[in-house]
C-alpha cells in the first residue's frame, strides 16, 4: 500500500497504516487512468479476492476488477429510493442478483450495508490477511443518496474494513481541497492528492493522525 522505502517519519507513519488497518481517500480531478493506476498500486499484487463497490452511473471506469475479484454494484439509479436508506432495512428491500461474479443490490444504502457485509464474509483471502476494499467512486453515491446518507454508509464500510485489519481506499474526482473532499477526509486515515504537471503524474499524501504530509511523488507505473 502506497510509497515505498521511505525511513522518514512519512515512512513511519505509512508503516502503521499498514499494520493497524486503514481507509484512504484518493482525491483529484485528474484523468480516470490515474485513479485506475493508483487503485492498482494500493490493492497490490497476490491471489487473494479484493471486493470492488461500485455506485457509477456514467460511463465505464478506469477501475477494473480482475477475473477474481468480487464486485459490489450499489443500485444508484434514483435518489428517491437511494436515499431511503436511512431507515432500517426490511423484507424487500435487498434486491440482489449474482451474475459472472458481481452482487447488485437496491434500492436502499441500508439493504446496501446488509449486502457490503455479506461480501466481506464470502471474500476469500489468506490467513491473517485483511480485506482490500476499493470504493469506485463516492461522488455517485453523493448524487444520488445526498451527502449524508452517503456518509453513513462509507462510515460503516470503511470501519469494518478497519475492524478487520484490512485496506479501504475511497475514489473521489474532484480535488482535495473541494468541500467533498473535505467532509469525506474525516472517514479516512489518509488522503492521497493525485496532480499532473507537465503531463507527469505525481501523488502525496497526508497522514492525518500523524499529521504528516509526504512531498509530491511520482505516481509508479506511469
Known sequence: ?????RGDEFGEALAELRRSGSALLVAGAVPDRLHGRTCDELLGTGTDE?????????????????????VLELDAASRGAATAGASASGP???ASESRDGVVGVGPTLAAAGDAFEAELAALDTAAGQ???VCVDSVLPLVETAGEEQAFRFLHLLTSRVRQLGGTCHLHLPLGADSETARTFAALVDATVELRLTDDRPEQR????GADVR???????GE
Open 92 to 94: 424487500g428491500d435487498v
Open 214 to 220: 509526504s512531498d509530491w511523488l511520482s505516481l509508479p
Open 50 to 70: 479484493r471486493l470492488f463497490v461500485r455506485a457509477s452511473t456514467g460511463p465505464g471506469s478506469a477501475i477494473e476488477p480482475g477475473i477474481t475479484d468480487r
Open 130 to 132: 485483511g480485506p482490500r
Open 1 to 5: 500500500m502506497g510509497p515505498e522505502g
Open 205 to 208: 499524501w497526508h497522514i492525518h
